[in-house]
């Protein structure tokens, strides 16, 4: 960087560890209750899981099979994501400057596919079960649902707190929704077909199940996605933000604007600005940081540069020929 330049980071009070160890560490208490509550809801879950296999067997229900089914995959989304978040708070490397803080959002994206994958096979099942009823334990169908509903309703009220604060949480919630999802519609089935004796009511049921389920594994997975393409956070405003930065006194033009988010609850914004009068590079860089922080943006790494060499490098940048 050249002497004329500056940078403002918003972290760089601990040099020594960086912006994402700071980040982390001030959330500490937070992450570690949202750990705690992973596992409580991986244990009920775990345990349920086998009651709803036998009970579906031994009812013949697909809704209760279907649920079983989602609770496995719970299983395994619930480890996946407890072990992505322990894996983030280990520190930055050389190698490894952000850490590994996107295990989270790559255990999201996972999560997201499983649900999908779990989602079209119930509307396949349900498909083969349309084409011939079997006949269903109503019953036995309605014990089990009415436990499973008291166990996700547990684990959903555990998770609900933590949900809009990382995608990696939202995905096990997600999942614990379809599984509270699920028992609602088998007791549906169980009480449909004790009343009627029309069992095509626990397929139907299942596919319904299903496109819920498909509708929030899109959402999750789209999120998951524009984090790992780097775009804009959903909502921010880019061109609104530019605009605020640009009513700043002093501060000529502004180009190279990237803002992106690292990870859940964490954006991150570059940039870079014109100056006319060196003198004033402090008081813009402090308005700078305070406008983004406003903006939500906790990462900040603004460079502000004099007229004259930003000129200067736009005619080097000139292709030979052309006028700068």
């Known amino acids: 960087m050249s002497p004329a330049s500056f940078h403002i980071h918003a972290h760089s009070d601990v040099a020594d560890q960086g ?12 992450r570690k209750s949202q750990r705690r509550r992973m596992r409580w809801v991986l244990g009920i879950t775990a345990v349920f899981m086998v009651v709803e296999v036998v009970g579906g067997i031994l009812s013949n229900s697909l809704a209760l099979l279907a649920d079983a089914g989602h609770m496995f995959t719970d299983v395994g989304a619930l480890t996946l994501s407890l072990v992505a978040m ?10 490894k ?15 997201g596919g499983i649900l999908m994958v779990l989602a079209a096979f119930i509307i396949r099942e349900a ?32 998770l609900r707190s933590h949900a809009k604060e990382s995608l990696n949480i939202r995905g096990a919630y997600l999942h614990i929704l379809g599984d509270l999802l699920g028992s609602l519609g088998a007791i549906t089935a169980g009480l449909v077909i ?35 393409l780097e775009s804009a956070p959903r909502g921010m405003d880019v061109e609104a933000l530019v605009e605020d930065l640009r009513g700043i006194e ?39 940081n305070g406008r983004l922080a406003r903006h939500g943006i906790s990462h900040v790494t603004f460079q502000l540069e004099p007229r004259p060499l930003h000129q200067l490098r736009g005619r080097s940048a000139a292709p030979e020929g052309e006028p700068a």
């Open 19 to 30: 912006p994402i160890h700071d980040h982390f560490h001030g959330s500490l208490h937070r």
């Open 86 to 95: 322990r894996m983030a708070q280990r520190p930055p490397s050389p190698s």
């Open 97 to 111: 400057t952000y850490g590994y803080v996107r295990l989270e959002i790559l255990a999201a994206l996972v999560n």
């Open 127 to 158: 498909w083969t079960r349309f084409q011939s009823p079997p006949e269903v334990n109503a019953v036995i169908l309605l014990g089990v649902a009415s436990g499973g509903l008291l166990v996700t309703i547990t684990g959903a009220l555990l």
């Open 194 to 228: 004790l009343a009627t004796g029309w069992s095509l009511a626990d397929p139907l049921i299942s596919v319904f199940i299903a496109f819920l389920i498909l509708v929030g594994a899109w959402r999750l997975v789209r999120e998951a996605t524009d984090v790992l």
């Open 250 to 288: 002093g501060l000529g033009e502004l180009h190279d604007i990237h803002v992106w988010t690292l990870t859940s609850g964490f954006v991150a914004m570059s940039g870079h600005g014109v100056i006319d009068d060196l003198s004033m590079h402090r008081r813009i860089l402090d308005e700078v």
